[in-house]
C-alpha cells in the first residue's frame, strides 16, 4: 500500500503533477494544509471583520443607517419639521431663522451628501473585498476537499490492487492444489 505523502511540496507533484513553487498561493496554503492536517475552511465574514480597519468599521456602519428604511422616514421627518418651523411658526413670528428657500437647509443637506456618498462607496469597495475574499475561501475550500477525493481515490485503488493481488495469490495457490491432487 503506498504511503501518505508527507509534505506539501509531495502532494502537489502527486496530486497536482506540478512542483510547489509552481503553485499559487491559495494552491500551497491548501496543499500546506492537507500535510499538517490542519482544517482550511473559514467564515469570510469572520476572517474580514478580523482585518478590518476602524474607518471601514465605521464605513460600513453609516452606509448600514443611512441605506435603511428608517433613515430615510427620520430624515424626511427632520426635513418636514424645519420647513414647519421656519416657515409656519418662527415664519409668522419673524425670527425664522431659515426662509424659504431654505438656503442652510440646503447647504446642510449638501454637506451630508457629499460626506455620505464616499462613505457609502468605502463601504460598498469593502463588500467588494469580502466579495473577493468569499470567493478565494470557497476556492480553497473547493481544491482541498477536490484534492482529498482524489487521495482517497487514490487509496482504494490501492487497497484494491492489494486484493486483486491476494486473490491472484490464493487462486495460484487453489490451482496448484488442484494440479497436485490431480
Do not use: C
Request: proline content about 2%; overall charge negative; cysteine-free.
Amino acid at each position: 500500500m503506498a504511503t501518505t505523502p508527507a509534505t506539501a511540496a509531495d502532494l502537489a507533484s502527486q496530486l497536482l503533477a506540478q512542483s510547489g513553487s509552481d503553485l499559487g498561493i491559495e494552491e500551497r496554503r491548501v496543499l500546506h494544509n492537507i500535510a499538517v492536517g490542519n482544517i482550511t475552511s473559514r467564515d469570510a465574514a469572520d476572517v474580514a471583520d478580523a482585518e478590518a480597519t476602524f474607518g471601514e468599521r465605521l464605513s460600513d456602519k453609516v452606509a448600514a443607517v443611512g441605506g435603511s428604511w428608517g433613515f430615510i422616514v427620520a430624515f424626511s421627518a427632520v426635513l418636514v419639521a424645519w420647513m414647519v418651523l421656519n416657515t409656519e411658526i418662527l415664519g409668522h413670528l419673524g425670527k425664522a431663522f431659515d426662509p424659504y428657500p431654505y438656503i442652510f437647509l440646503n447647504l446642510l443637506l449638501s454637506t451630508v451628501a457629499a460626506i455620505q456618498a464616499p462613505v457609502i462607496m468605502m463601504s460598498q469597495n469593502r463588500q467588494a473585498s469580502k466579495d473577493r475574499l468569499a470567493a478565494r475561501l470557497d476556492y480553497e475550500t473547493n481544491l482541498r476537499a477536490e484534492l482529498d477525493i482524489l487521495r482517497l481515490h487514490q487509496k482504494i485503488d490501492s487497497i484494491l490492487a492489494g486484493r486483486i493481488d491476494a486473490l491472484g495469490e490464493k487462486l495460484d495457490v487453489i490451482e496448484q492444489e488442484i494440479r497436485e491432487g490431480d
